[in-house]
């Protein structure tokens, strides 16, 4: 039924209501919300968002702290640092467009002899743990890059040259196995303990003393926060906070800067070599080298490929430390360690008497003297007076199923942990009879341990493998007495001001039981081989004004020239120093090593008075 429009009013105006009701309803609740959230941000979180606000308006950069310097035992500086220009990308002020921040991060990759993908992998890592900090493309950059982003800085938004330290060589090329270098921390190392707190681009020891004692070189950087304004550039009175860097400590080596020069000229005259000069009473390393060296300014600026091949793919091996890594055998230097083991052992006394014809048939084995020589009725003093193989061939056989041999070189230090602080492989080869026959056993060789072994061994021949270092450490032992020193370079930490912070003063290994009869027959031996007119070094040293003991070793190597090898304590009879000198290839020791230790010995005593008697009681010489 049809019904008028005054009929059916009200009962519309009702649903209309209900709907105004409704709606004003939810309207009320959304205020309500908008006006908790507004209350909660203002009163509640208002102070929280207001230091965020401020601190969206700082920027904060690390300031990199100078390492401390590196020093000889006297204070002349062998590695310093000097100031030099680092490119630097703020990735906040590169361009938005991905085109074009593509295109300038390549320009950027060929200016600084890069890759755009090696570009982007660093920005990324130094961004992810300092997204605040300038990236670092480059150090020790050329003026002319300076010059030429400066004239096209229209082109390189967000490129900014800062002022670093880098290190430093007065010296060139000196000490480098000992001084090492300096690197950008890798993503390895940022996760060890001892890198805690640095961040990528930051600069750590890469190796030598650089690395040992880093926690002290090191420094820590220091904080500049500055105000920018919306466009993240620096207001006119932007510096917030400023605080500077602390420097590294400084370290002074036990280094005589003559002494090492000395070494290494010395080396360099002959070829490929290594050469240590210790104090046998604290173990104080005066002087190690290796030949050839390099040159560790090289690593402050990056390499180019000629220089990469030089250094890393050189067959020649610049960066092998032969002083302290070197795997070699020893030939007759060895006679000293097997002398002592045979006396200790009781296979002979120092007056006994063998009768050298020149040969000896061991089993079904003729050895030899060198050359075949005869050198008739030889004791212990003789015998090492004119290195009589023969001798020493029996010694080896007397003791080779009683480990004697083995057990004496270990005590003084071959084939066992040195302690020197310096990064070092631990390679060396001490045979014995278990790790022949256990070689055997796995098929490592074709034959299980005999005499012949010990024979070799006695002489410093067979798979004998050692370097300069253990057998100056066996050499200290019997000079001083039985201490077995621990080896080091590192003297002590000074503060800016040259204050003394921290010694280093290792205290020795273990003290071996040498009967002084021994010992002073041994040291008898190697005077007269060094000073006396039938001694295998007399042309060397006979008219050196200092009496020492020293031996001459000859050593075959597999595919290789014979080494040459040189081992002296001086002065005599009561040692200060001992010096060890190897020369690949050399030839007879008396030819290129003792030459060389001759060298050194004449730069320590030119500084030093010995105060030491001479062998009748008169001045040295």
Do not use: C
């Amino acid at each position: 039924m049809y019904l008028r429009s005054d009929e059916r009013g009200p009962a519309m105006s009702n649903r209309l209501a209900l709907r105004i009701a409704i709606f004003g309803g939810v309207a009320v609740v959304l205020f309500a919300i908008l006006f908790f959230r507004l209350w909660l941000l203002q009163i509640i979180d208002g102070d929280t968002y207001l230091a965020e606000a401020k601190n969206n308006r700082t920027r904060s950069y690390r300031v990199s702290a100078p390492r401390g310097e590196i020093l000889d035992r006297e204070g002349e500086v062998l590695v310093g640092n000097r100031t030099s220009l680092a490119l630097q990308v703020n990735p906040r002020k590169l361009p938005a467009d991905p085109v074009e921040r593509r295109a300038e991060l390549s320009r950027l990759a060929d200016l600084t002899h890069s890759t755009l993908r090696r570009v982007r992998r660093t920005m990324h890592e130094e961004l992810k743990l300092a997204p605040a900090a300038p990236v670092t493309l480059r150090r020790d950059v050329g003026d002319y890059l300076v010059y030429y982003l400066q004239e096209n800085q229209d082109r390189f938004p967000g490129v900014e040259v800062q002022r670093v330290f880098v290190r430093d060589y007065p010296d060139g090329t000196l000490a480098a196995h000992i001084l090492g270098n300096v690197g950008e921390i890798g993503e390895d190392e940022l996760k060890e303990t001892r890198y805690r707190g640095l961040l990528p681009g930051d600069e750590i020891g890469q190796d030598g003393v650089e690395d040992t004692y880093d926690r002290f070189l090191r420094g820590r950087p220091g904080l500049k926060r500055i105000q920018v304004d919306a466009m993240g550039q620096p207001t006119p009175n932007g510096s917030l906070v400023s605080q500077s860097p602390v420097p590294g400590r400084s370290l002074k080596l036990s280094i005589d800067g003559d002494v090492q020069a000395a070494g290494e000229s010395g080396l360099a005259s002959y070829g490929s070599g290594g050469f240590v000069t210790m104090d046998v009473h604290t173990g104080e390393i005066l002087g190690l080298g290796s030949s050839p060296s390099f040159e560790p300014a090289l690593f402050t600026r990056p390499l180019t490929q000629k220089q990469v091949d030089e250094t890393y793919r050189n067959p020649a091996a610049p960066l092998a430390n032969r002083a302290i890594n070197g795997l070699y055998p020893t030939g007759s230097t060895f006679k000293l360690i097997t002398a002592l083991a045979g006396l200790e052992e009781g296979v002979i006394s120092p007056t006994d008497v063998i009768e050298d014809s020149g040969s000896i048939t061991i089993g079904d084995q003729d050895f030899q003297n060198a050359g075949g020589a005869a050198l008739g009725p030889v004791d212990m003093a003789r015998a090492l007076e004119v290195s009589s193989d023969v001798y020493f061939y029996l010694l080896g056989w007397k003791m080779w199923d009683t480990g004697g041999l083995q057990r004496w070189a270990h005590k003084l230090g071959i084939a066992r942990p040195s302690g020197l602080d310096l990064p070092a492989a631990e390679e060396e080869l001490l045979p014995t009879q278990k790790w022949r026959n256990d070689l055997y056993e796995e098929g490592g060789t074709d034959r299980p341990w005999s005499a012949g072994d010990n024979v070799q061994l006695a002489t410093g021949q067979g798979d004998l493998q050692t370097n300069p270092l253990e057998m100056a450490i066996a050499y200290a032992t019997l000079g001083n007495g039985g201490t077995v020193v621990t080896p080091h370079v590192g003297k002590e930490i000074t503060d800016a001001a040259g204050r003394v912070l921290e010694e280093f003063a290792p205290p020795p290994q273990r003290h071996v039981k040498i009967d002084p009869t021994y010992r002073q027959v041994i040291l008898a031996g190697l005077h007269g081989a060094a000073q006396s007119p039938a001694g295998t070094s007399y042309e060397v040293f006979g008219n050196f004004p200092v009496p020492v003991a020293g031996k001459t070793g000859t050593a075959q190597r597999v595919g290789h020239a014979d080494q040459s090898w040189y081992l002296v304590l001086a002065p005599y009879p009561d040692p200060k120093i001992v010096t060890a000198v190897t020369i690949e290839e050399g030839g007879f020791g008396a030819e290129a090593a003792a030459p060389v230790a001759l060298n050194i010995l004449e730069a320590y005593f030119n500084k030093h008075t010995t105060g030491s008697a001479g062998p009748n009681g008169g001045s040295p010489g």
